[in-house]
């Protein structure tokens, strides 16, 4: 990390950057004032030139997310090198995988512990380390977490994504439970929040797949009701900006 960075940069950590939302985030956060640190399985290389030509910091990390212990253990190290001081630091738990889809009947540990570790396991562990490493750097804390409309109501054939993002939910909660007593300038304040059916791979995914609400989607897309990940990506950016963030912890984009 550059050394002397002023105090007003707001540090962004971002994962499963390297396409979808997670990709649309870091445009959306190419800002002056800001730092950002991506992090994802794959390299998005039209996306790293673009950061580079904003000016914005950014900083590219590849990471197999599904791993909890060694993605804790490399966001720790992340965030221990940084020696200046933010003006805020926020971890984007965007990464998530949809697959598998089908009948409960058809679950297996094979695919069903790879999906949990992914979509609830490592977003705990990050934000465990998250929360430890940055507590020396006085200044507040955000976690906001890409939930799903998912966890809130049951999707036939979703059970496994429907159950992480359930789970998730209850996480976010349970980190503002557990840190409601800090002071302002050390605050944690932790959002769930759902984006809406967004047009991105884990939509194609969808689509392709054999469940009794398929042909939901399908129409969704061929009647172009599907929400740009760009527009997604620039109202979560500014929600993040929202003085009154971490009030309503279950969310949802759509209702701002």
Known sequence: MTT?????????????????????????????????????????????????????PVAWHLQDLSQPGPSAGWLASVLEAVDDAPASVTLILNAGVVEPIGPITELHDNT????????LVTPMTMTGAFIDATARLDCPRKVLAISSGAARNPVP???????????????????????????????????ALAPGVVDTGMQETIRGADFAQV????DLKANDQLASPDDVAQRIAA??????????ELDDIRNY
């Not at 007003?8 to 950057?17: C, D, E, K, R």
């Not at 007593?181 to 959002?191: E, P, T």
Request: charge should be positive; hydrophobic fraction near 40%.
């Open 112 to 119: 069903l512990v790879p999906h949990l570790q992914t979509n």
């Open 239 to 248: 929600y993040l900006e929202r003085a009154d963030f971490g009030k309503t």
């Open 215 to 218: 042909q939901r989607f399908r």
């Open 157 to 191: 054939g979703w059970s496994a994504y429907c159950a992480g993002k359930a789970g998730l939910d209850m996480f976010i909660r349970s980190v503002n439970a557990e840190y409601a007593g800090l002071a302002d300038d050390r605050s944690v304040r932790a959002v």
């Open 4 to 56: 002397g960075t002023p105090r007003s940069t707001h540090l962004y950590i971002v994962t499963g950057a390297s396409r979808g939302l997670g990709a649309s985030l870091v445009r959306a956060l190419l800002k002056p004032g800001n730092r950002i640190i991506g992090v994802a399985r794959s390299r998005n290389t039209d996306l790293e030139r673009e950061a580079s030509a904003s000016g914005v």
